[in-house]
């Protein structure tokens, strides 16, 4: 595929990821290699333009006292190949680097432009303000109309913007007098060509920034004047055209962010309207391809199945199900065998009102509403850091909180803890056991998984709580990990939890108080089930998404590539 067809498949291509920004370099790649318009002989060669610019060059500075000179180059430091009526020449033999320092206080009202105000790799000039305005007072370069006005620092960001007014910019940026085209210079400085370029020559680690004798040195393609209005006028065009498909994406991708906004809603939101709930959920189900394009869809997804699971509207009630009543009087009898078997310290009463944060609509008729502490073993882990000098002691793997991960342990990296001899126990990992963080930062705060004896003898830290099922085959651990993951128990963790900025956290007796919803056990067992099949189904499209992409970008690479290659060659 040449670079005329790939041209004519512009908005096609436009679908893949990060496809439009690469689009335009590709546009600004084949304009200054010579590919985007075609040659015409009767154009006066760029020689005779560049002897034109090199003796008004010279007028110019003989009246200065420093000049910027040219050096010679090799033809090896030449970026590509050009056509035969282009040449290759240095920025300083096309442009004059401006050094205009003034002070600003007298220049109150006039407009600063600063790097932060123009955009990366576009040549768009942002909001800006006024000298006053921005309260600026370090002396800045006075630019005029008709200069470009070009970010030093971190060239790779490729920040040029070509200016109508006068003003003052940043002492960190250059105000550049062009000799030819003045859009086609901006055009050139915006390429791949110019960017790597001014990367290479500069050797600066913690701020990168391209001197001015570095700048004079990057070499420039120049075609024929005649050509470099019809290469401006070109470039214009398609950069028009990426602008109508960006907004035209942009337009879709609003418009299916409503439909799901929308949809999720529906099935957020409790309702009496079965039938209605049922419709709202067969529309979303069976446009679901269409509603998932992008990982944060699908990040929704999984919320609303937690949602719906934890509010009984997964799967149907089944009258015949033993009552969650007699299975909370079972749980709550084995609780108190295991407390008294295993020699557990009654804590202090919990929260009394907390069992009244959910609204009695919020779940099934059929289910009963219980505490944490009703049906469960609630436990922290060890302190680290404690003073074991003249005790015995054992080491052990433990968990932190970097390993409980919402839904599943991370546990490519684990630590080891040392602990008193005999406490090994008391800390003790058991297969079921549910394991919630106590917080941190928001994302850390109730997260929660389940332990499967992955490691042999493993303890938990004190920011984690762990939470031992009465019965796990009647309360099944899955149903609590749904539960504290959910948006209902997330809501309850961030009413609950002592809040500082951006940081939160659960105490024990918060935790032990929580209300959790508990169906039937037949019921349960369903509910993990069906959550387990559509956490597959989002695994599925999480996967066709990212090979979806990669496919896109391999296919865009290639095509980029082919249409590229002969200027290459």
């Not at 126990?425 to 056991?433: A, I, K, P, T, V």
């Not at 066709?544 to 249409?563: C, F, G, K």
Request: hydrophobic share 40%; glycine share 4%.
């Amino acid at each position: 595929m040449n670079a005329d067809l790939l041209l004519q498949h512009f908005d096609r291509l436009s679908e893949a990821p990060d496809a439009l920004p690469r689009l335009r370099r590709f546009i600004l790649d084949l304009a200054v290699r010579g590919r985007l318009v075609p040659q015409d002989p009767n154009d006066e060669p760029a020689s005779g333009l560049l002897r034109r610019i090199a003796a008004e060059r010279a007028k110019q500075l003989k009246s200065r006292k420093k000049t910027q000179l040219v050096m010679p180059f090799e033809s090896e430091d030449m970026p590509f190949e050009l056509p035969e009526s282009w040449q290759w020449v240095q920025f300083v033999e096309v442009a004059s680097i401006e050094s205009n320092l003034v002070k600003p206080e007298q220049f109150l009202d006039y407009p600063h432009i600063a790097p932060d105000n123009i955009e990366s790799r576009t040549g768009r000039l942002l909001q800006y303000q006024t000298i006053r305005e921005s309260g600026v007072f370090s002396a800045k370069n006075r630019f005029f109309p008709g200069h470009i006005v070009y970010s030093k620092i971190r060239p790779n960001l490729a920040k040029a913007t070509l200016v109508d007014f006068e003003g003052l910019c940043s002492a960190d940026m250059y105000p550049i007098y062009p000799f030819i085209n003045p859009i086609f210079l901006l055009k050139f400085m915006l390429s791949d060509a110019f960017v790597q370029q001014s990367i290479k020559e500069d050797n600066r680690v913690a701020m990168p920034k391209i001197n001015q004798k570095s700048l004079s040195k990057i070499l420039v393609a120049v075609p024929p004047l005649a050509e470099q209005q019809r290469i401006v006028a070109r470039v214009d065009d398609l950069m028009a055209l990426c602008d109508q498909l960006e907004a035209a994406k942009a337009e879709r991708e609003q418009t299916r962010n409503h439909l799901i906004a929308a949809s999720l809603h529906h099935l957020n939101q409790p309702s009496d309207d079965t039938a209605a709930f049922r419709e709202h959920a067969r529309f979303y189900f069976n446009h679901l391809p269409r509603l998932t394009t992008r990982p944060e869809h699908i990040k929704q997804l999984r919320q609303t199945i937690l949602n719906l699971a934890v509010r009984g509207k997964l799967v149907p009630q089944d009258p015949n199900d033993e009552p969650a009543a007699e299975l909370l009087k079972k749980l709550k009898s084995a609780l108190a065998r295991m407390k008294e078997v295993e020699n557990i310290r009654i804590r202090k009463s919990i929260l009394p009102d907390a069992i009244n944060f959910f609204s009695e609509d919020t779940f099934p008729a059929s289910w009963c509403l219980t505490n944490f502490d009703d049906v469960n073993v609630i436990v922290s882990g060890v302190a680290k850091g404690k003073n074991l000098k003249g005790f015995k002691t054992e080491v052990y793997p433990y968990l932190r909180v970097a390993n409980v991960q919402r839904g599943y342990l991370d546990l490519q990296v684990m630590k080891e803890l040392e602990i008193k001899a005999g406490e090994f126990e008391r800390y003790r990992l058991c297969d079921g056991d549910v394991l919630m963080t106590e917080g941190g930062d928001w994302d850390k705060l109730g997260r929660a998984a389940i332990w499967n004896n992955e490691i042999p003898d493993c303890i938990h830290q004190n920011h984690i709580y762990r939470i031992r099922p009465a019965v796990k085959e009647l309360l099944l651990p899955k149903w609590i990990m749904l539960f504290a993951n959910s948006p209902l128990g997330r809501l309850y963790f961030e009413g609950a939890s002592k809040q500082t900025t951006n940081l939160a956290s659960i105490n024990m007796t918060q935790l032990r108080s929580c209300p959790l919803p508990l169906p039937p056990l037949a019921e349960q067992q369903r509910i993990v089930a069906r959550v387990d099949d559509f956490m597959a189904l989002c695994d599925e499209l999480d996967a066709t998404l990212s090979a979806s992409a990669t496919d896109q970008r391999r296919l865009l690479d290639a095509i980029l590539h082919e249409a590229l290659a002969p200027a290459m060659a």
